[in-house]
């Protein structure tokens, strides 16, 4: 109640000036969120809900951020992410434009080949792999969206000789192996690598 109070008096005292400070809009929007989850635990819907609680209570301390912006060190951090953000739009572009390519080849090539079918040809061949034994099953190229997130964990480097090991035996090794060497050398040691060095550099200039 008092920070909703709070909230009201400084919007009547400031007028317009307390929409133009992005501080006064950040603690409007924590104490809105706040007071929705502070009604709805009063409401029969969520009454006596742990959850409704804990959150409502938190939303309130999303207020301390504001002390963030005191320290230094953190301020530098954010204009840096901030100008990272305006100048490596482009890269990563062109990086989502590499996964999005090698996402539809892959669903060309290895989709279906990746399944837990006892019955599939490539059952037994992908079980018996690195691949199986780990139960890396979800990663596959069966849809476009699974495509993309097992690229994405290429591209973090999460195990890809593993993906790959399944694949291989579901698919023959040298079609496997130059589908993936071929976007770690585009995807990670070109374009990943490029938009770290654009961090970096935006860390160095600020």
């Known amino acids: 109640a008092f920070i909703t109070a709070e909230v009201l008096l400084k919007s009547m005292v400031l007028g317009g000036k307390y929409w133009n400070s992005l501080n006064h ?20 819907l969520a009454h006596g809900n742990r959850l409704a609680s804990r959150l409502a209570t938190q939303l309130r301390l999303l207020r301390v951020l504001r002390l963030l912006e005191k320290v230094p060190s953190f301020t530098i951090v954010m204009r840096a992410w901030a100008a990272t953000i305006n100048s490596c739009p482009g890269i990563v572009q062109i990086l989502l434009a590499v996964m999005y390519i090698y996402s539809v080849t892959g669903t060309l090539l290895f989709g279906g080949v990746i399944n837990q079918d006892p019955e599939s040809a490539t059952y037994d061949a992908v079980k018996n792999s690195l ?64 938009v770290i060095a654009s961090i970096v550099s935006t860390f160095e200039t600020v």
């Open 25 to 44: 809009r950040f603690d409007f929007l924590c104490t809105g969120l706040s007071l929705v989850a502070t009604i709805m635990v009063k409401t029969p």
């Open 131 to 194: 691949f199986g034994v780990n139960s890396y099953y979800p990663n596959n190229f069966n849809d476009l969206p699974s495509g993309m997130v097992c690229l994405f964990e290429i591209l973090v480097v999460n195990n890809w000789f593993v993906i790959t090991s399944g694949f291989s035996a579901a698919s023959g090794c040298w079609l496997a192996r130059s589908f993936f060497i071929s976007f770690y050398i585009i995807g990670v040691t070109i374009c990943l690598n490029c």
